[in-house]
């Protein structure tokens, strides 16, 4: 006994002592023994869980994960723990910026006369949700406790707002490190866990999000219940937002073009010369009579080649996947919405198979490239539909010998700031479900296209000519074109050998404004022409109508979002968009569906159609500041400059105060009496009403008149006036085809 009492501590002994006179059965050595044992065990727990870090992650399911790599493995309710760490989590944001009438009862009931509301100092509070109240109550207890944190959340400025929000709100006092990684494999946690960064450092990040959504709520919360009071019928509320309304604006303003276009009829010129037709250089006629001189012209006259050129040239593969253009080409190939796109690629960042996915780069940083070959042999083992789909076309790229190459188009420290591009880890893909599956397999072959070399391709450009005679007897020459490409080694385009619309792979979205598009080169081979040959060709004059531009789709629409500063003429705010667009990547899908939501928009097929609500809704706001891009602009450029330590977050809050005592003031002043019709789930039910649409003519092309003739028997007949055109049917009256030669025909429908 007294050798095992010189090996323990005297705090040790001083408690057994104290200990053991109050309990009255007589002691032996071996009780003493055992009690001592038990203070000895009892001190050492102390000592193992005196120092506790606390780990708290965006998610359940992400917290697991860190939970199993740093070994906290034992389970609690809403926490992991083990290994000196305490793992937990939130669900997204578990705080919020508060209600106005959390300021003041004053701001509870809607009043035009509380307007502006504008708090002196923003505060949070819990979201009203019984499951994260409880969460929270676990969050808090373990940071009061906590000797250090490890903020795990989402490593961009929407997860630092998430997790500094519930650091705030459970008064946490103890020191922060931040854990900033962009893939979840097991590889990237124990490093990013050595790297740890402190907190500091991303102070500019979160006061740019803490600006961002203070300036949402004193736009939103105020314009909202401004809109609504003064033009809402009590009815619904009007939803104004600085990115949802320049969205809906945009999709109005399209809809409009759409619904005032006025097509108009033109003739183009070509010719067929040993089965290839060439179209005449000189462009479309406007007038039936024009083209049909030049037709005329030349025929029966021989045709002549007069320039055969090849230029060779290459086509790099396409970009890798920023989160805009996955969702785009989701869109376009699987007709996924932007949400379901989003909540495919976080599940499959989630299931350790991409990386992470709000990003606004397709580049990767220089100390990935050392990786790809891991990368690339873990894609080449995936199964999809018990297939190994990318193994051929990894092996065809192993089978050159060559060193990966590191292409500046593709590894660019310069061009990604917080997260690279979206690509593969390399974990192997298992039970995966069909819609998880055509993801991956967008983002896997873009991946291993990236390492392939450029297509190579030859254009073939033949010019030819046939001289005629005018009605003056005057020697008239009129010049024809064709272009053919041959691909000559398909290179990065052996990738999508087996896809239905590999040639589209690379391909940018169609110009559709202004009814102009870019110049199509048919991928395919011409009969080989040499300068100066001759003979008989076949001329055609073929009547076309302009079309109107098209409707925007999510796709279109997240381009013309992300490319949002070709809408703003100031420069320096147009730049400030060129990098941002308007909305976040991560916010872009949520944006469009708040649209839906709020019954502003619907889908026809795969069409966004503006409602009534919608466009009356815009038609209304006349501060075109609110229902523009450059809102944003200015928005993203101070945001930026505030990230950048650049701008002060107070002059940014300050500047919006005066903007929306502007708006405020100018909305009461308005003495209209105008108001924005709602529309109800049972009107999205209905079918929308048929409209006197202009495709029609543009569907018909040449037969455009035959067509109109079957719908009004008034349309087509000789004019009464010119006897040179034809009826056409406008708006409110009939007119004459020859208007623009100076018929000035006119039957109103009511006098008919």
């Not at 100031?570 to 899908?589: C, F, M, Q, V, Y």
């Amino acid at each position: 006994m007294k050798v095992l009492a010189l090996a323990i501590e005297p705090m040790f002994i001083f408690k057994a002592i104290f200990f053991i006179p109050h309990i009255k059965k007589k002691k032996t050595d071996g009780d003493i023994l055992i009690i001592l044992l038990y203070l000895c065990t009892n001190k050492q727990k102390k000592t193992e869980q005196k120092y506790m870090i606390v780990c708290i992650a965006e998610k359940p399911s992400v917290a697991k994960d860190i939970a199993r790599i740093i070994g906290a493995t034992t389970a609690h309710d809403g926490y992991m723990e083990g290994n000196g760490y305490q793992v937990t989590w939130t669900f997204g944001h578990l705080c919020e910026l508060k209600e106005p009438d959390d300021y003041t009862p004053m701001w509870k009931r809607w009043s035009l006369a509380a307007l502006p509301m504008i708090p002196q100092r923003f505060g949070i509070k819990l979201i009203n949700d019984e499951g994260i109240k409880r969460q929270f109550g676990t969050i808090e207890r373990l940071m009061q406790k906590a000797d250090s944190i490890i903020n795990c959340g989402d490593a961009g400025q929407e997860g630092e707002l998430i997790q500094r929000w519930v650091m705030q709100k459970a008064q946490a006092k103890c020191p922060v490190k931040r854990l900033w990684i962009s893939s979840m494999t097991d590889e990237a946690i124990r490093q990013g866990f050595q790297e740890l960064k402190d907190q500091n450092e991303y102070q500019p990040l979160y006061l740019a999000g803490l600006s961002r959504a203070i300036g949402d709520w004193i736009l939103g919360m105020n314009a909202t219940r401004l809109y609504t009071l003064k033009y809402g019928q009590n009815r619904q509320v009007l939803s104004i937002g600085r990115v949802q309304t320049p969205t809906l604006a945009l999709i109005v303003n399209r809809q409009k073009e759409i619904d005032n276009f006025e097509p108009e009829p033109y003739w183009v010129l070509a010719t067929i010369y040993r089965d290839t037709q060439f179209t005449a250089t000189s462009g479309k006629f406007t007038s039936k009579e024009e083209g049909e001189k030049a037709f005329s012209t030349i025929a029966g006259k021989p045709f002549t080649v007069t320039s055969v050129t090849k230029k060779k040239g290459t086509e790099a593969p396409p970009h890798l996947y920023d989160l805009t253009s996955l969702q785009v080409d989701c869109n376009k190939k699987f007709s996924y919405s932007a949400d379901m796109t989003l909540k495919l690629i976080q599940s499959l960042y989630e299931k350790k198979l991409t990386t992470y996915p709000r990003v606004d780069t397709q580049f990767l940083t220089d100390d990935i490239y050392p990786k790809c070959p891991q990368i690339l042999n873990g894609v080449s083992q995936a199964k999809i539909n018990s297939q190994q789909k990318y193994l051929p076309i990894i092996q065809q790229l192993a089978a050159t010998g060559k060193k990966l190459p590191k292409s500046k188009k593709v590894f660019d420290n310069s061009k990604v700031t917080d997260h690279h591009a979206i690509i593969p880890t390399g974990v192997p893909p298992t039970g995966l479900t069909d819609l998880e599956a055509n993801v991956y397999d967008l983002i896997a072959k873009r991946f291993i296209s990236v390492f392939y070399p450029d297509c190579k391709f030859s254009t073939t450009t033949v010019m030819g000519e046939v001289i005629g005679e005018d009605a003056d007897q005057q020697q008239q020459k009129i010049e024809f074109k064709v272009s053919g490409k041959e691909i000559l080694e398909p290179g990065w385009r052996d990738v999508y050998a087996k896809d239905n619309n590999n040639t589209k792979a690379n391909e940018d979205e169609e110009a559709d404004n202004n009814n102009s598009k870019k110049e199509n080169v048919e991928e395919r081979t011409l009969p080989t022409f040499v300068k100066g040959e001759s003979g008989d060709h076949k001329p055609t004059l073929t009547e076309k109508w302009t079309t109107p531009p098209k409707y925007y789709t999510e796709a279109s629409l997240l381009r013309a979002m992300e490319t949002a500063g070709k809408f703003v003429e100031d420069e320096e705010l147009r730049a400030a968009l060129k990098e941002n667009g308007i909305g976040r990547p991560s916010s872009r899908a949520g944006i469009i569906e708040t649209l839906f939501k709020r019954h502003y928009i619907r889908r026809q097929r795969k069409n966004l159609v503006a409602t009534p609500t919608g466009i009356e809704l815009i038609d209304t706001i006349n501060e075109e500041l609110l229902k523009s891009c450059e809102l944003t602009g200015i928005w993203e450029k101070k945001l930026r400059d505030i990230e950048h330590k650049t701008y002060d977050p107070a002059d940014f809050i300050n500047g919006l105060k005066e903007q929306i005592n502007q708006i405020v003031k100018d909305v009461l002043s308005d003495n209209s009496a105008r108001h924005v019709t709602i529309t109800t789930d049972e009107d999205l039910k209905k079918k929308p009403a048929a409209k006197k649409s202009t495709t029609k003519k543009t569907a018909a092309a040449p037969n455009a008149t035959n067509t109109q003739t079957a719908e009004d028997p008034m349309v087509g007949k000789p004019c009464p006036l010119c006897g040179k055109g034809t009826i056409i049917k406008g708006k409110t009256a009939y007119g004459c085809s020859n208007w623009k030669e100076g018929c000035q025909y006119r039957q109103p429908f009511d006098k008919l």
